[in-house]
C-alpha cells in the first residue's frame, strides 16, 4: 500500500477541496490503479470527518478516478485507453463546434482576452505547476466556448469535462505538452482573428485531438512494458 500524508491548509475543509487533494495524489501515483484508498486512514491524516471524504469519492467516481465497491470501498480506476479515445473524439467534435459558433460573436476584446489567458499559460511554464497549468488551459477552452450562444451545446460540453478531468490532466504531464498547448492555443486566436470559420473549428480540434494522441500513445507503451515485465517475470 502507498505511504501518503494530504494537508490542506484551510480551517473548514470542503468536499471539492478533498476530492482535488485526492485527485493530485492519484495522479501523481501516491494511489495506484486498483489499490483501495485507506477511508479512515485518509479521514485522519486530514483531520476530517467520514461525512465530506466521502462526498469527495462520489464526485471522483464520477470523474472517473475512482469506483466505489460494495463492503470494499473506494478503489483506484484503470485508465482505459478506448474510453480516453471516445472522450477525445467527443470533445474535439463538440468543441469543434462551439468554436465554429463562437467564431461569428468573437469580436476584438474577447480575442484579446484568449491572448490573456494563453500569455498566463506561458507564465506557468517555468514554474511547473500541474494544477494552476490545467486550470487556466480550461479556462481558455471555456472562453471560446462560452461565446457558441448554444446553450445547449455548453452544457454537454461541461458535463463532458467531468469525466474528462482525468485524461486532460494526465497527458498535460507528459513532455513537451506545456509548450504545444500554448503553440496550438496561438493557433487557435489566429484562427479567430482570421474570422474563418472552418479553420477555427479545424485549429480547435486539431488541438484536442493532439493532446489524445499523446495520450494514448503513452498508455500504450506503458501497457506494453507492463506486459513485457509480467511475462519476464513468468
Known sequence: M???????????LLSEDIAESIK??????????????????????????????REAFRKLENEGFIQIIPRKGAVVTDIDTDEAINLYEIKSTLEGLAARLAARN???????????INDELKEL???????????VHTRFHEGFVRLCG????????????????RFGIISLTLPGQF????????????????????????????????????????LTRSQERK????????
Open 125 to 135: 511554464i517555468d514554474k511547473n505547476d500541474l494544477e494552476s497549468f490545467y486550470r
Open 227 to 234: 506486459k513485457g515485465r509480467k511475462e519476464e517475470e513468468d
Open 24 to 53: 493530485t495524489a492519484i495522479i501523481k501515483g501516491k494511489f495506484k490503479p486498483g489499490e483501495k484508498i485507506p477511508e479512515g486512514e485518509l479521514a485522519e491524516s486530514m483531520g476530517i470527518s467520514r461525512t465530506p471524504l
Open 150 to 165: 448554444n446553450k445547449r451545446l455548453i452544457q454537454m460540453i461541461s458535463n463532458l469535462n467531468d469525466h474528462f478531468n
Open 106 to 116: 468573437m469580436k476584438g476584446k474577447d480575442i484579446a482576452r484568449l491572448e490573456k
Open 179 to 218: 509548450e504545444n498547448a500554448i503553440h496550438q492555443h496561438s493557433q487557435i486566436i489566429e484562427a479567430f482573428r482570421s474570422g474563418d470559420q472552418s479553420l477555427v473549428e479545424k485549429s480547435v480540434k486539431t488541438n484536442v485531438m493532439t493532446g489524445g494522441r499523446v495520450l494514448v500513445d503513452h
Open 2 to 12: 502507498s505511504s501518503f500524508k494530504i494537508r490542506i491548509d484551510e480551517p473548514k
